[in-house]
């Protein structure tokens, strides 16, 4: 009777450990896909999406556009300007009257957005200086001490002519993107006093007191509307005209309105663009202004909250990763998820304004999914032999010899070493590929490739990692150690390209037209070893130095060369092997990297090294003469691609001066960052890579 109970009791046992398992594991996967998601928000560019999400909503808000009418602008524009002999600054006896003429039409405040920091005529500028001392109503004047943009030795003007408690920090901060998201506070001068900036310190003169904080920026909804500005708006020359009523017990803020002066990027860029996306900056402080005056603001969702959101979709990503379906429906099922969820979002905002996070729940989501899927979803794969049919997996044979003398090799570790790398690529390789016949095409890139990599293997014992179409990855120092890794790798270069021009000329001959042969090479730290699956795997190098190989085999057809190596390959070849092609800025990088063109002394005319080494040279110190020397080169070796290229940048780059006739080296003509600083020079060159 005891046996017959024990039966069931123990089933239902293994049952509940069944249940609790599945459950454990379900609750792992959920904190698992919360955590791991809070920890990729930290990587800037998912904390940048996020914030691209909110930027959208802001702009398509939920309101109807509508006027904050306790603020009003007058707007400094061209028309303004015209009336004056000078642009800039601005004549002060205008603004002097201006603000008399604000304070008689019963003004309740005036922020003054002009930097007084310079002389001008002086009666104009005692004029202003005293209708700011004796205006009857609160009055605060944009002022700096940044150094780069008030030269310290015009500080003291700056400082006597805007009375201290007329004072407000002009400053806009910008997040990371350029974007100016939050109200700038304030700061404390050298002196030692703090200064609030323009919103606040408006606010503090007509006795409204603010947090010393930096909240995130509310952009009014009517912002977007090209019909309907957020503030009644006028340009300065109509204020005399207009109703007294139009400024009575109004806050009044006077600044630049012009096409190319004191405009800022905001979250209108995002879906506008640079140009549309600016705002005067007068009409930013105005935001602010309008936020800090009547308590409104972005308004995000408590941070528990947004915890339990991530929760409960990464909860809903673990049920998903668990149902039995095909990947491809598991994928359809994980899009459609994460599309609706973002969709939600956007309609809650559009309904209440409430901001829902977008990226960390979808992200919470997508890894529970995907954990689920491949870890606690599936059962473990079991390991396979690995020495079985080694010599099919992997290309070069002294990675075989090396593995058949140390087995352990065969597992999927890899080690960091320095090694250098070499990637080659033929030109208009697609071309050629919809013209001639798939076995004619093969047979063709088989006798190619066979070349190529006898060279790398039985000439200069370099290690063939991969075949990638027509293009091939090798590398020195791995797995065997080579102290001389970077001289074989451009000896190996220079060989391949002389066996890759012969081999163009000899199917030119044929009718065949095969293109010429780019080859990169770099030398760097790289984790090798073997990559792939316990089924299938290949000995290859992994990091950012073998990425930068394979650009610099990319940039060849930039400027017109078929080899080009880094400066940390340069430096351990001899000075005549080389000649400078350029320091370049390359995509996702801000320093630039030199970038070399070796030669061959033998095969190559002195003379024409040695021009094209002095005409570089003054190209370094932007002579303009550099323009002539280089067009020297280019008619004497037309088949000089990078003299071509420096020659056709330079007749773009070296303009005439009008008055003396003589040419010289226009910066102007330099690329420029978003702040307007060069970020060219004659020989550094900003890539925008497609």
């Not at 005209?241 to 009575?248: G, Q, V």
């Amino acid at each position: 009777m005891a046996n017959d109970l024990a039966i069931p009791t123990r089933a239902n046992n293994r049952r509940w450990r069944v249940l609790f398992a599945a459950v454990g594991q379900f609750l792992l996967v959920a904190v698992g896909g919360t955590l791991a998601a809070v920890f990729v928000m930290q990587i800037p560019a998912f904390t940048q999406v996020e914030q691209w999400t909110a930027d959208i909503r802001m702009i398509y808000g939920p309101k109807a556009p509508s006027q904050d009418k306790d603020i009003v602008i007058v707007t400094i524009t061209e028309k303004v300007l015209d009336q004056f002999p000078y642009r800039f600054p601005v004549d002060r006896a205008y603004l002097a009257r201006l603000l008399n003429l604000l304070a008689a039409k019963h003004a309740r405040a005036i922020g003054l957005d002009v930097l007084f920091d310079k002389p001008t005529e002086a009666a104009k500028d005692e004029t202003l200086r005293q209708a700011l001392r004796k205006l009857p109503i609160p009055v605060v004047v944009s002022y700096v001490e940044d150094p780069r943009i008030v030269d310290a030795k015009d500080l003291p003007y700056l400082q006597n002519f805007v009375p201290p408690e007329d004072r407000g920090m002009a400053n806009l901060v910008t997040s990371r993107d350029g974007v100016v998201r939050t109200i700038y506070p304030g700061e404390v001068g050298p002196d030692g006093n703090y200064i609030r900036g323009v919103a606040r310190q408006i606010l503090h003169r007509l006795g409204i007191e603010t947090p010393n904080e930096s909240p995130e920026l509310y952009y009014l909804p009517g912002t977007q509307i090209v019909s309907q500005t957020p503030f009644p708006t006028f340009p300065a020359n109509l204020v005399p005209i207009l109703p007294a009523s139009f400024f009575t017990g109004k806050i009044v803020l006077i600044g630049a309105d012009l096409s190319i002066t004191d405009r800022h990027r905001t979250p209108l860029a995002t879906m506008k663009g640079d140009i549309d996306g600016q705002l005067p900056g007068i009409v930013i402080h105005g935001h602010g202004l309008s936020q800090l005056l009547h308590h409104h603001g972005v308004k995000h969702i408590p941070r528990w909250a947004e915890i339990g959101l991530t929760v409960l979709l990464a909860m809903a990503g673990a049920i998903l990763g668990r149902l039995p379906m095909p990947i491809w429906g598991r994928l359809l099922a994980t899009i459609a998820v994460v599309v609706l969820w973002t969709v939600g979002a956007f309609e809650v905002y559009l309904h209440s304004e409430w901001v829902l996070p977008v990226v960390p729940p979808a992200l919470a989501f997508v890894l529970a999914v995907w954990i689920t899927d491949t870890v606690l979803g599936r059962e473990s794969r079991q390991q396979k032999a690995f020495i079985q049919n080694a010599m099919g997996r992997y290309v070069s044979p002294k990675v075989v010899a090396e593995l058949l003398e140390n087995p352990e090799m065969l597992s999927l570790t890899g080690i960091s070493k320095e090694m250098t790398y070499l990637f080659t690529d033929v030109a208009s390789f697609t071309s050629l590929a919809e013209k001639e016949g798939p076995e004619k095409l093969i047979a063709l890139l088989n006798e190619y490739l066979t070349g190529v990599s006898r060279i790398i293997q039985d000439q200069f014992d370099g290690t063939v990692c991969r075949f990638i179409g027509d293009a091939v990855f090798a590398l020195w120092n791995a797995p065997a150690d080579q102290p001389d890794h970077q001289h074989r790798a451009v000896a190996c270069a220079l060989a391949i390209d002389a066996y890759a021009e012969a081999f163009r000329a000899e199917q030119h001959a044929h009718g065949i037209e095969f293109g010429s042969t780019r080859i990169g090479v770099n030398a760097g730290l790289a984790m090798v070893g073997n990559l792939g699956s316990p089924e299938r795997m290949e000995y290859s190098a992994l990091g950012d130095n073998v990425n930068l190989a394979s650009r610099l085999e990319s940039i060849n057809k930039y400027f017109g060369t078929r080899i080009c190596i880094s400066e940390t390959v340069a430096m351990a070849l001899p000075f005549e092997r080389l000649r400078a092609v350029a320091d370049v800025v390359v995509k996702g990088k801000t320093k630039p990297m030199a970038i070399y063109e070796p030669i061959d002394p033998e095969h190559t005319d002195p003379e024409h090294i040695r021009k094209y080494r002095a005409a570089y040279a003054q190209l370094l110190g932007e002579e303009p003469s550099a323009l002539e020397a280089f067009r020297e080169i280019v008619e004497k070796y037309p088949k000089d691609g990078c003299a071509r290229f420096h020659f056709k940048r330079l007749q773009r780059l070296v303009s005439i001066d009008p008055l003396s006739g003589k040419p010289f080296f226009d910066k102007s003509k330099l690329k420029t960052d978003e702040n307007g600083d060069i970020i060219e020079s004659g020989t550094i060159i900003v890539m925008d890579e497609k």
